[in-house]
Each structure stands twice: as structure tokens, then as C-alpha cells.
């Protein structure tokens, strides 16, 4: 297993994290779910979402349980739905309260719609000491997807020298 990289995903009705699972096994390392206690679930929690992203409001998440301290990972890969044109609030959770940690950070972001979420990326790097190395903007499903994934991959490859492993190509099936 390599050490030095962890996936960090937040996903709401399993799109990112299929994909984030994919990543996670290409590159050979840890996987960790992100959490903040709010249902979510259904019509309600979809609308109660989208109102978080607009507002920038995030909730305490859970502690994610991890084999290192989050700034001793040389790469932190951080998935998460895109929401009202922003990341997730889950994920803004963890950027808010601990993005000061991360030695450096790579976002992977799926979205229903095939536009390129650009300005998410940007968002994001707000909380960060320094921008992000690598990005994936993905329309899970869409064709195009697993190429954008190859190519993210790749580039996280010759960034930290890891040998990939090779994916099996599934598109994501859970719905909204
Ligand atoms: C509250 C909310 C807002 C969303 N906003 C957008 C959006 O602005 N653009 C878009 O393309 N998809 C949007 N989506 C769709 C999700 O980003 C997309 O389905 C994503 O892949 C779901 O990931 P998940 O299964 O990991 O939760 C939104 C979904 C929800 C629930």
C-alpha cells in the first residue's frame, strides 16, 4: 500500500465514490469517507444541501479515522460532489478546518451536468496554503469520464512516482 497518498471523498448518493474507489485502488492507497452527521438523505436533503453550498455553511465533520496524520501524506486527494456550482459543504468542512494541514492537495469533482466546473477548483484553494497540484472535473456516466479519470490519474503518477495499477472501467450507476 502507498503511504504516502489518501483519498479523502465525501459522497452523498455514491457517484464520487465510485470513482474516488476506482482512484483509490489505482493508486494502491487509503480510502476515507468524510462525514458530518446531517441526513441528507431524499428530496429533503438534497434541498437542505444545495441551501449549505449556497450559504458556505458547513457542520463539524467526523474525524476521519487514518493510518498517518493528515500532513504527513505527501498527496491528499480530496472527491466531492459539485453542489450549486460548489463543492460540497462536507467537503468545505474539512478544507475550512483543517486544509492548513494538507502538504499538498489534487480534487476530483463530479457533476450531473458535462460543464467543466473550473471555478470549483478555485473556490477551494482558498483554504489551502497552496494550490492545488492536479484536478479532475468528471460527469460520472458521461462518455469522456474514464479518460478525465486516466488523465488525473497520470498526472498524479508522474507527480509522486507511483506505479498504477490498472482500473476496471464502470460507470456509475447510483442516482441522485
Ligand atoms: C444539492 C445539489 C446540487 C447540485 N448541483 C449541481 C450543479 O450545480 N451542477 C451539476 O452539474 N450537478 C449538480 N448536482 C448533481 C451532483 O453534483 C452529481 O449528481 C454528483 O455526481 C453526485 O455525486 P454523489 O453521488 O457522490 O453525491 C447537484 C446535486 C445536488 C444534490
Request: hydrophobic share 40%.
Amino acid at each position: 500500500m502507498n503511504d504516502n497518498i489518501i483519498c479523502l471523498c465525501y459522497s452523498r448518493t455514491g457517484k464520487t465514490r465510485r470513482v474516488m474507489t476506482e482512484i483509490a485502488a489505482a493508486l494502491d492507497c487509503e480510502l476515507v469517507l468524510l462525514r458530518d452527521g446531517v441526513n441528507r438523505q431524499g428530496a429533503l436533503g438534497a434541498l437542505r444541501s444545495g441551501l449549505d453550498a449556497m450559504r458556505k455553511h458547513t457542520r463539524p465533520i467526523s474525524r476521519p479515522v487514518m493510518r498517518r496524520a493528515l500532513s504527513d501524506y505527501e498527496l491528499v486527494i480530496l472527491g466531492t460532489p459539485v453542489w450549486a456550482g460548489r463543492c460540497s459543504s462536507v467537503a468545505r468542512a474539512l478544507l475550512k478546518r483543517r486544509g492548513y494541514e494538507m502538504q499538498s492537495v489534487a480534487y476530483v469533482i463530479t457533476h450531473r451536468s458535462e460543464e467543466q466546473y473550473r471555478e470549483v477548483f478555485d473556490q477551494m484553494d482558498k483554504y489551502l496554503l497552496s494550490p492545488h497540484v492536479a484536478e479532475a472535473s468528471l460527469c460520472p456516466g458521461a462518455t469522456g469520464c474514464a479518460f478525465w479519470r486516466d488523465q488525473f490519474l497520470k498526472a498524479v503518477a508522474e507527480r509522486t512516482g507511483v506505479t498504477l495499477r490498472p482500473v476496471a472501467d464502470e460507470d456509475a450507476k447510483a442516482g441522485d
